[in-house]
């Protein structure tokens, strides 16, 4: 069998590894993938979002399977285009991507079908969103609706603050047309869970869940980032919130889309806070997240493709997904200056005992070196039977990868460690 994975980041090599464990795989290929996914994928010169170019070498080059990874290329019809020519894929197509491709959708969807998320307002009028503001309560939550590579969102402690945020969406077109739109919401509070889940648009299945680290710096500080580390499972998700979550989110929003006549088939990524008034979903991604992908896929004992073909084909019901009961810890090792301006192209240095852990987001190959390029460089992940230890070793083989300008964060599943101890 001929796979396709679009896509060149971390999450990506986490599938692309996963996918190589099928025995009826014959030959892997990265669209564009990464100088790092290189060694486990053909990589082949083509942008995601480069719609018309995918299809072509789908085409050309009788792929049997897609797996279409990045929000950009679902949201912008890439499963369309594909399944036109007759390539089965893993992925929503654009009609159901909508979920994370518009804040607004997702939102109304919510309020129609009763499932819990923080309460808001939807503006297409700055002037009425800057009305609004005088009297909303604050804190407040501005988002674009449109994607905005993560940082759309916008924690406003003041009323300036929050004008600010929608004079820089609506009138400045920071995000450009993401920000025709904007969402004003309510702040909630509480642990925030990530639960990604398999859904054919018969059942959702949903996989171990997981804990992000969005900010740049230790203890939760500075900029928020496409994520410095993640854990898993989450501690804070008891089998008692699953369910509650099973009932009133994950099976409602199933049902939504099937109501809407944009039935899911892909990975949905539940975002949930869990509030004191019960799980909330703070946003909905259409895809896998990164770097959560990089915890809950090496706990996956199943056969991935083998699940991914079952959600394509509308049996998942049928189909075993079976995860560990070990732990996993992600650490990212990024640019230092990572999430704003940062050099590129430093060799790195990844001893060959630890590249079964390691997964690459921005590196290139260049004269048999492999250099980094981007902003998250990697990241390692070690699993084991308890969350302590996953950590220790995480950080024990980042100890043994070396690149000029490296930073990582020191705390990857410190707060999970405390949240274990506070409900023991
Ligand atoms: P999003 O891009 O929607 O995941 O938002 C980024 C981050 O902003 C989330 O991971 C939360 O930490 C935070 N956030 C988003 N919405 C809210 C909200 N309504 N209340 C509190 N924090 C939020
Ligand atoms: N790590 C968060 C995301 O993938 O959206």
Redesign the pocket.
Known sequence: MKVMVVGGGGREHAIIKKVKENKNVSEIFALPGNGGIAKDATCVDIEAKDIAAIAKFAEENKIDYAIVAPDDPLVLGCVDALEKIGVPCFGPKANAAIIEGSKVFSKNLMKKYNIPTAGYETFDNMDEALKYLETAPIPTVVKADGLAL?KGVVIAETREDAKAAVISMMQDKKFGASGDQIVIEEFLTGPEV?VLSFTDGKVVVPMVSSM?HKRAGDNDTGLNT??MGTIAPNPYYTEEIAAECMEKIFIPTMNAMNAEGRTFKGCL?FGLMLTPNGPKVIEY?CRF????TQVVLPLLESDLLEVMMATTNETLADTEVKFSNGSACCVIMASEGYPVSYEKGFEMDIPEEVWDKVYVAGAKLKDGKLLTNGGRVLGVTEISDNLEDAIKKSYESVAKIHFDNQYFRTDIGRRALNGLQNLR
């Open positions: 993560g990530s992000d496409g994520g990524y991604n997240g990164d770097p959560e």
